[in-house]
């Protein structure tokens, strides 16, 4: 029997691609004034290191999505904006000045959480498609980063996702040590440069918060209403 949700990775040119690029244009648009013109300059250079994973309803099309920029000669966008307006922090002191994030970034597989977004009717943690679709999107992530040997997140997140949907997940994201790097007003959100040592992550909730292990690196509850399908990136 089908369930009701599909969690898939795919690559730039895939069809379910061009619909994660819509819905995260619509709720950027929506959310925090950023036109079709914006989107094209902040993120068509990443575009071909980009992979979507992407959150179905099979009765309403795309709900939910991620972008996740790899490795490649463009670099990742979550870190490089870290030496533009507003932080202007130059990129030859972003890993000295931080070194807890230099622990979990230098040398390691690195993924961007470069975007996000959840159709309305799909958010709220009173809404019970909401926490499906947010927990299914992080599982994946978790997922492709363990099979991946990927050891560290960033990204840039508007503060209030950021306090009130990622922080209760365990506490999955760290600010930079440097004061410099601290919120600011970036893209038309409130929002932290943030970033995540997937290993210590997951050993950390193995030991703290088994259940929700289970749920983020293991798939339990997830599978029940949810198929996955998470290709290799490569």
């Known amino acids: 029997m089908e369930k009701p949700f599909k969690l898939q990775l795919v690559g730039p040119e895939h069809p379910l691609a061009a619909a994660a690029r819509a819905l995260i244009g619509a709720v ?33 099309g795309v709900v939910g999505a991620f972008g996740l920029i790899g490795d490649s000669p463009a670099g990742l966008k979550s870190v490089n904006d870290l030496s533009r307006p507003p932080w202007n922090v130059p990129q030859a002191e972003i890993t000295p000045g931080n ?96 970033y995540s040592d997937v290993v210590e992550y997951e050993r950390r909730l193995q030991r703290d918060h088994p259940e929700m292990h289970a749920v983020f690196f293991g798939g339990a509850h997830i599978r029940d209403f949810a198929d996955i399908s998470l290709e290799p990136m490569s």
């Not at 950023?34 to 993120?43: D, L, S, V």
């Open 28 to 60: 950027f648009l929506e959310k925090f004034g950023n036109t079709e013109e914006i989107m094209h300059e902040e993120y068509d250079r990443y575009r071909p290191a980009t992979r979507y994973l992407v959150m179905t309803d099979r009765e309403a």
């Open 99 to 194: 070194p807890a994030f230099a622990a979990a970034f230098e040398g390691r597989k690195t993924l961007d959480v470069a975007t996000a977004a959840v159709e309305p009717p799909y958010r709220g943690r009173n809404n019970p498609a909401g926490p499906r679709v947010s927990m299914a999107l992080l599982h994946g992530l978790c997922a492709i980063s363990m099979r991946e040997g990927v050891e560290c997140w960033v990204t840039i997140l508007e503060q209030k996702v950021f306090n009130e949907v990622i922080m209760p997940l365990g506490q999955p994201l760290t600010h930079y040590e440097d004061p410099r790097l601290g919120t600011r007003e970036y893209l038309g959100a409130v929002s932290t440069p943030l």
